[in-house]
DNA sequence: CTGAAAGCGCTAACAC
DNA sequence: GTGTTAGCGCTTTCAG
């Protein structure tokens, strides 16, 4: 193994001095770095990462934290693998590495994040859900960790590093969409009703509705397993002469679609649909889904980024919330009303 | 940051013997064990990975190469969460880490084994893809780098370990469960014919279509975007007077089935559907997919129990081919013909 | 069965 | 600008 020994030799220089250049220190001259430069090229020197771990405190390797996987099928959402690929790649630009915390529950969860902290393994970590009081925050938080939360800010945004879409904003914009193309009667529809995200784009429906003075419905439950609700969400669609649906995310979406085809309405003939996420599942059948695309790529790439910065800065960093834009998807589940 | 020094002090004994309870060395007394045991208790102690690795040279960490994403799509499919999951879970019970790499080209990934290699930030890798003359099974071979695949054999059997479902017997097991409802007339549909799994499958129904003396036909392409495919396909349905596909995965099939009922045909009705992989998928809408579940936590638990056989065998190990079992999950589309 | 001591490869004051 | 010199925290011969 070649080591900044066996460099420095080369290089007719202290090993500190090929340190230095390892650093790209300004009180080097460039002649000598280049000199080092050319000895490490022709080595094929490559710095241990243990020996700088040890020396210098810093893993140049982050942390990137699951949600618990109480809901398996949570996982299936294309959303995490994309995120995880862009931070990976976004992470080795930068020279750092990407190491993975997942398990079934949060306890599992933060004792995972917990033994990585102990160990050093890494400098920092990106947090890919937010629940209000989750033991991994508070485990952070109290040991100065370095942290960054993809998701809605939920309880601590004035200590917290938020990276996320505005969705409000984007619900507000499907009401205006819907409302160019000649729609009136709006629903929104969900599958739960306790997440940050899903009660911001509810806000956003009322809000896109409000403005524009059209009648609002409280937000309609969509629980493939109970038929209960499924029945209020038929009746109120007739009742409403609902002629379009806002709805929570992709993967319902198709499921809303097939059940309303139980009952004869066609999407997007008798209803229109448009959506969030723009994962795999929107160009799954036909129609297409209209779908928000949140720009997962920019919400990993910020996210890391973020993170670094917090990482790499001596003197704290103010907690700050990050909004990445979105874009809206113009596909066939949604038609223009005469 | 409590050491093995501070350990050592207040247990009485010296650092190196605190070290090898550690690795719980069978030449230290039970009863000094237990001292150094409880004293590390009481600090609280936590071994420095960094300083773990400099000095034996062992990371406990593993890489987790997923497939370059020519096709994002792919990583869609959930399989590769839920393995990314299982291995993360079961590493942390063996105290080991997973990092990950994943990027757009074999180039790409292949730079990024090599920097996690050189830099000694992994002791092996598990690979989630196999194609031929993959540089990174390429690079990792000529570096001496202990590794496993998951996925079917492609080259390399013998210098290589597997592991993977026994893709023919599968497919050979959905012909002979058809057959038991009644069904003769069966094709085998799938989006591509290149990958060593489809090319099994296929071989599997072949040779379950041959016991039985049935009628064979060629493996069909169900490719969305073309006309012409689509087009064959129907035509030898009818021609075939099929009742049944064996479909390559979850995802196909959910597009096969809204391609059939645009020509009326209605699943299981007046055709049954058999496919692999027990997605999220397959529980999307309904008729909801008659399935192999190919048994995702086990291929991931094998496969890094395995690699750390290797890793952890002073000599090298024979390479093997480990088959994990399926089981088929029954639900809705299939149907007995009278 | 346990202790002593020499590193592992690199970093970071502190000199000059 | 560059060299000197202690370590970082742990492992691992080698003694005894």
Redesign the interface.
Same mark, same amino acid.
């Given at each position: 193994m070649v080591t900044i020994k066996d460099v420095a030799a080369k290089a007719g220089v202290n090993p500190s001095t090929v340190s230095r250049v390892l650093k790209d220190n300004s009180s080097i001259s460039q002649k000598t770095k280049d000199r080092v430069r050319k000895a490490m090229a022709d080595l094929g020197y490559? &710095? +241990?990462? *243990?020996?700088q771990? @040890?020396a210098s405190g810093l =893993?140049y +390797?982050v942390g !990137?934290v #699951?949600p618990p !996987?109480l809901t &398996?099928?949570r @996982?299936?959402e &294309?959303f995490?693998?994309?995120i @995880?690929?862009t931070i =990976? =790649?976004e992470a080795?630009q930068e020279n750092f590495?990407?190491? %993975? *915390? =997942?398990?079934?529950t949060v306890d /599992?969860l933060v /004792?995972?994040v917990k @033994?990585?902290h !102990?160990?050093? $393994?890494v400098d920092g970590f990106i947090i890919l859900y937010s629940e209000k009081d989750d033991p991994v925050q508070r485990y952070l938080l109290d040991n100065d960790m370095p942290f960054v939360i993809v998701g809605a800010p939920d309880g601590f945004e004035n200590e917290i590093t938020y990276i996320d879409n505005d969705n409000q904003l984007m619900a507000k914009s499907a009401v205006e969409y819907l409302y160019e193309k000649g729609h009136k009667n709006i629903l929104f529809v969900t599958d739960e009703l306790e997440s940050e995200i899903s009660q911001e784009r509810y806000l956003g429906y009322m809000k896109g509705m409000m403005k524009l003075k059209l009648d609002r419905t409280p937000a309609m439950l969509f629980d493939r397993h109970n038929p209960v609700v499924l029945e209020k969400l038929i009746e109120t669609i007739e009742e409403k002469k609902a002629t379009a649906l806002i709805i929570i995310g992709d993967?319902v979406s198709? $499921?809303v679609m097939?059940f309303l085809s139980f009952y004869d309405l066609k999407v997007p003939d008798d209803i229109s649909l448009i959506t969030f996420n723009n994962? *795999? #599942?929107s160009k !799954? %059948?036909?129609p297409y889904l209209t779908t928000f695309d949140i720009n997962v790529a920019n919400l990993g790439r910020s996210s890391l980024r973020r993170l670094l910065e917090i990482i790499k800065s001596p003197a704290p960093l103010p907690s700050e919330t990050i909004i990445v834009p979105f874009t809206l998807v113009e596909r066939e589940s949604v038609r223009r009303l005469k």
């Amino acid at each position: 193994m070649v080591t900044i020994k066996d460099v420095a030799a080369k290089a007719g220089v202290n090993p500190s001095t090929v340190s230095r250049v390892l650093k790209d220190n300004s009180s080097i001259s460039q002649k000598t770095k280049d000199r080092v430069r050319k000895a490490m090229a022709d080595l094929g020197y490559v &710095p +241990n990462v *243990a020996a700088q771990m @040890l020396a210098s405190g810093l =893993t140049y +390797n982050v942390g !990137l934290v #699951f949600p618990p !996987l109480l809901t &398996p099928d949570r @996982l299936s959402e &294309p959303f995490f693998m994309q995120i @995880l690929s862009t931070i =990976t =790649t976004e992470a080795k630009q930068e020279n750092f590495t990407v190491s %993975i *915390a =997942t398990d079934m529950t949060v306890d /599992e969860l933060v /004792e995972q994040v917990k @033994l990585m902290h !102990l160990q050093k $393994r890494v400098d920092g970590f990106i947090i890919l859900y937010s629940e209000k009081d989750d033991p991994v925050q508070r485990y952070l938080l109290d040991n100065d960790m370095p942290f960054v939360i993809v998701g809605a800010p939920d309880g601590f945004e004035n200590e917290i590093t938020y990276i996320d879409n505005d969705n409000q904003l984007m619900a507000k914009s499907a009401v205006e969409y819907l409302y160019e193309k000649g729609h009136k009667n709006i629903l929104f529809v969900t599958d739960e009703l306790e997440s940050e995200i899903s009660q911001e784009r509810y806000l956003g429906y009322m809000k896109g509705m409000m403005k524009l003075k059209l009648d609002r419905t409280p937000a309609m439950l969509f629980d493939r397993h109970n038929p209960v609700v499924l029945e209020k969400l038929i009746e109120t669609i007739e009742e409403k002469k609902a002629t379009a649906l806002i709805i929570i995310g992709d993967t319902v979406s198709v $499921r809303v679609m097939q059940f309303l085809s139980f009952y004869d309405l066609k999407v997007p003939d008798d209803i229109s649909l448009i959506t969030f996420n723009n994962s *795999a #599942f929107s160009k !799954l %059948i036909h129609p297409y889904l209209t779908t928000f695309d949140i720009n997962v790529a920019n919400l990993g790439r910020s996210s890391l980024r973020r993170l670094l910065e917090i990482i790499k800065s001596p003197a704290p960093l103010p907690s700050e919330t990050i909004i990445v834009p979105f874009t809206l998807v113009e596909r066939e589940s949604v038609r223009r009303l005469k």
